[in-house]
């Protein structure tokens, strides 16, 4: 078989698959619907990037839908980095600035129409036999791989900062689900680095490196959809959103500053902190496994900038670590309740607020430097 129809073959497969995986992300029933619409339109990219071969079957020699073919991969990224965007933030919504995204994509094909687009075919088959001195190719070739590195390092920085929003204002499991989009984001830039890899072979003397390059990012590129595809059908609701107007505990310990000068603790703080111990042992509000600081804002009537910079600032806690301290505490007294030595481990974690085993036990070992059956084990 040579690479051609391996090429072939692969591509239908990889096509087949975002197809499926499209359809599931519009059908299924959540609240999270422009999270996955986002995600869609970046599958359906994917798979038009993905069918050049296929789309070459249809016709003769270069064409005008096939160059726009070629440069849909410029939506590619900004897509992702829309949906990025969705997962992280409750309150995400398009808006008008979100087009200047489409800019790069629109300046790619805007220097291709003199010498390209509005040329004969015979002017189209030079262009592209000449295509390493033609200069508009070269420039797509720069702008295309800046934009990648752009958009994955902005990527990264709108992950680290939901995650520790997160950590600074949500109780729940749901922080697992931020680690696996940076590993998938980690694994989608490996995929990208190898795409550049690509590119510059398609450049140089070696261009049979490319095409064997290019059958090793359509495999990894099928797995990475099937991967997505498992974690999808698995968990139809994975991520559970924050608001984007929250700040991070150190954006609000500069604003202290600049008011006070220096921030310390002050009697209406040992107050508030009393307060809400004597709350969270009494009332327990740690079993609500979707807890949140607002939760608690509202029950104590503390504003959540006051109880937020007590938590995670004077105490020095994520508000996530802060509850799941309560949770352990909790979970050690049942393992050491006699009477109830016939609660499994996995019924444990449900009642102590917890609602993912992995969850539960890195934090039981965080605090108690072992597993719960362990734990219990010792007793």
């Given at each position: 078989?040579?690479?051609?129809?391996?090429?072939?073959?692969?591509?239908?497969?990889?096509?087949?698959?975002?197809?499926?995986?499209?359809?599931?992300?519009?059908?299924?029933?959540?609240?999270?619907?422009?999270?996955?619409?986002?995600?869609?339109?970046?599958?359906?990219?994917?798979?038009?990037?993905?069918?050049?071969?296929?789309?070459?079957?249809?016709?003769?020699?270069?064409?005008?839908?096939?160059?726009?073919?070629?440069?849909?991969?410029?939506?590619?990224?900004?897509?992702?980095?829309?949906?990025?965007?969705?997962?992280?933030?409750?309150?995400?919504?398009?808006?008008?600035?979100?087009?200047?995204?489409?800019?790069?994509?629109?300046?790619?094909?805007?220097?291709?129409?003199?010498?390209?687009?509005?040329?004969?075919?015979?002017?189209?088959?030079?262009?592209?036999?000449?295509?390493?001195?033609?200069?508009?190719?070269?420039?797509?070739?720069?702008?295309?791989?800046?934009q990648i590195i752009v958009y994955i390092i902005a990527v990264f920085m709108?992950?680290?900062?939901?995650?520790?929003?997160?950590?600074?204002?949500?109780?729940?499991?749901?922080?697992?689900?931020?680690?696996?989009?940076?590993?998938?984001?980690?694994?989608?830039?490996?995929?990208?680095?190898?795409?550049?890899?690509?590119?510059?072979?398609?450049?140089?003397?070696?261009?049979?490196?490319?095409?064997?390059?290019?059958?090793?990012?359509?495999?990894?590129?099928?797995?990475?959809?099937?991967?997505?595809?498992?974690?999808?059908?698995?968990?139809?609701?994975?991520?559970?959103?924050?608001?984007?107007?929250?700040?991070?505990?150190?954006?609000?310990?500069?604003?202290?500053?600049?008011?006070?000068?220096?921030?310390?603790?002050?009697?209406?703080?040992?107050?508030?902190?009393?307060?809400?111990?004597?709350?969270?042992?009494?009332?327990?509000?740690?079993?609500?496994?979707?807890?949140?600081?607002?939760?608690?804002?509202?029950?104590?009537?503390?504003?959540?900038?006051?109880?937020?910079?007590?938590?995670?600032?004077?105490?020095?806690?994520?508000?996530?670590?802060?509850?799941?301290?309560?949770?352990?505490?909790?979970?050690?007294?049942?393992?050491?309740?006699?009477?109830?030595?016939?609660?499994?481990?996995?019924?444990?974690?449900?009642?102590?607020?917890?609602?993912?085993?992995?969850?539960?036990?890195?934090?039981?070992?965080?605090?108690?430097?072992?597993?719960?059956?362990?734990?219990?084990?010792?007793?």
């Amino acid at each position: 078989m040579d690479i051609s129809n391996l090429l072939i073959i692969i591509s239908a497969i990889s096509i087949f698959i975002s197809i499926f995986l499209v359809i599931f992300l519009l059908s299924v029933k959540t609240k999270h619907k422009l999270s996955n619409a986002l995600f869609a339109l970046f599958l359906i990219i994917t798979a038009i990037d993905t069918s050049e071969q296929l789309f070459n079957l249809t016709v003769n020699g270069p064409s005008n839908l096939g160059m726009l073919r070629n440069t849909f991969a410029y939506l590619q990224i900004p897509a992702f980095y829309l949906y990025i965007l969705s997962v992280c933030y409750s309150d995400f919504k398009l808006k008008p600035k979100h087009f200047l995204h489409v800019l790069p994509f629109l300046i790619a094909n805007a220097i291709l129409i003199p010498r390209f687009y509005l040329v004969d075919l015979a002017s189209k088959i030079n262009f592209i036999v000449n295509r390493q001195n033609r200069i508009e190719l070269q420039f797509n070739h720069v702008l295309f791989h800046i934009q990648i590195i752009v958009y994955i390092i902005a990527v990264f920085m709108v992950l680290k900062k939901a995650k520790k929003l997160y950590l600074e204002n949500h109780a729940g499991t749901s922080i697992n689900s931020y680690n696996w989009l940076f590993q998938f984001t980690t694994v989608l830039t490996f995929l990208y680095s190898v795409v550049l890899i690509k590119n510059i072979f398609k450049f140089s003397e070696y261009q049979n490196i490319s095409e064997w390059i290019k059958i090793a990012v359509l495999l990894f590129q099928l797995i990475l959809i099937c991967w997505y595809l498992f974690k999808a059908l698995q968990h139809p609701n994975l991520f559970r959103n924050i608001d984007s107007k929250l700040k991070l505990v150190s954006d609000l310990i500069l604003e202290e500053k600049k008011k006070k000068q220096l921030i310390t603790i002050d009697k209406k703080d040992n107050e508030d902190l009393l307060k809400l111990q004597q709350y969270i042992i009494e009332e327990k509000p740690f079993l609500n496994p979707s807890l949140t600081i607002q939760d608690i804002s509202n029950a104590l009537e503390i504003p959540v900038r006051n109880l937020s910079l007590l938590i995670n600032h004077q105490l020095n806690q994520h508000f996530y670590d802060f509850i799941n301290a309560y949770r352990i505490e909790y979970a050690k007294k049942i393992l050491k309740d006699t009477t109830k030595n016939d609660l499994t481990i996995l019924e444990i974690l449900y009642e102590v607020g917890f609602n993912s085993k992995s969850s539960f036990n890195t934090a039981f070992k965080k605090y108690t430097n072992s597993t719960p059956t362990e734990y219990r084990k010792n007793l």
